[in-house]
């Protein structure tokens, strides 16, 4: 999202800043975020996603916004950057939000790149590149390495065209759901998992979200905890045992901390699903990490409120 695009945020935020009267808990379960490093590299300057590796120790996957090439850029857990990834076959044309799952090779991790940005939407189709996890050493910067080639998936929504900045793929089973905003309520789509599919996927409409403008967001390594925020809020859910994971919607969302930040739009899981990482667009953006310190899994799990999709 774009500084231009700023003035779209006023009337879903007034949703977001409520996060649903009455069905909200807080919790102090994650500790205040801690400046972990600053991402001090001419090459990012709108960092818009984020995601932990799953099978680098201590590397972070981050791309920019509109307007900069289709590049993923690795860091460590300082900031620090490591090299740069040009993404063979993938067009950046307006990358949101990268998520990390399995993929047609079972023992292989994959990152999913979300090219789903649509500040118009006008957008008959939105792509997800889905590329092989490189291997990265957090202690060796290692340059530039190019990676792919991608495979696009192409998606297609059901009530028209939309704008989303937010990706998330199960780990369990590689569905892939995307959060648009700009309404009332922010709507969540499925694509089932698409191992190799012939040509455009149309998405599910599965769920809502009590709440209007979602720029990020991302699922614990383990499947069981989602966590989505806007520039000023977050909020994580539970995932009841053995339901697809949009079924973490319907129950109690809690409130999560962020720090204040220029225009705040990633968040991302650590590797262990025990804390979360955030950065902001702008330049020299810092890298805020809120570690767990205890679970409010039994409490949500004991208190869900049903947020059910008024148009299904």
């Known amino acids: 999202m774009r ?3 700023i003035f779209h945020l006023a009337l879903p935020l007034c949703a977001f800043a409520g996060l649903s009267c009455g069905t ?3 919790s102090d379960e994650f500790a205040p975020g801690t400046k972990v490093g600053v991402v001090r590299s001419p090459l990012v300057r709108e960092a818009s996603g984020i995601v932990a ?5 201590d590397v972070l996957w981050i791309h920019n916004d509109s307007g900069y090439p289709a590049h993923l850029y690795a ?3 300082q900031g620090n950057l490591l090299g740069t990834c040009p993404v063979v076959g993938a067009r950046a044309r307006d990358w949101e939000d990268i998520a990390i799952g399995p993929g047609p090779d079972p023992n292989q991790q994959y990152l999913y790149i979300g090219d789903i940005g649509d500040n118009e939407s006008k957008y008959p189709s939105v792509w997800v590149y889905r590329v092989p996890e490189p291997d990265v050493d957090a202690t060796n910067p290692f340059g530039q390495m190019r990676i792919g080639p991608a495979e696009p998936l192409e998606l297609t929504y059901p009530d028209g065209p939309r704008d989303a900045e937010t990706l998330l793929v199960d780990p369990l089973n590689g569905d892939i759901y ?3 905003k700009r309404s009332f309520f922010c709507r969540v789509y499925r694509a089932r998992f698409p191992d190799r599919p012939d040509g455009p996927v149309v998405l599910e409409r599965v769920a809502v979200l009590p709440w ?3 720029t990020g967001g991302d699922v614990s390594p383990d499947g069981r905890r989602v966590i989505v925020r806007s520039p000023f809020n977050a909020a994580l859910w539970i995932r009841p045992d053995g339901e697809p994971l949009w079924k973490a919607f319907e129950g109690r969302q809690i409130g999560i901390p962020l720090r204040m930040e220029p225009q705040g739009e990633a968040i991302g899981f650590d590797s262990r699903g025990e804390g979360y990482f955030t950065i902001s667009e702008g330049v020299d953006p810092p890298l805020y990490y809120f570690a767990l310190v205890s679970r409010a899994d039994e409490e949500l799990s004991d208190n869900s409120t049903s947020h059910a999709d ?3």
Do not use: E, M, V
């Open 178 to 180: 995307i959060i648009a």
């Open 212 to 214: 209007g403008f979602a």
């Open 3 to 5: 500084q231009s695009t």
């Open 53 to 57: 590796s799953r099978k680098n120790a």
């Open 24 to 26: 909200l808990a807080w």
């Open 75 to 77: 860091l460590d857990t």
């Open 310 to 312: 008024p148009a299904r």
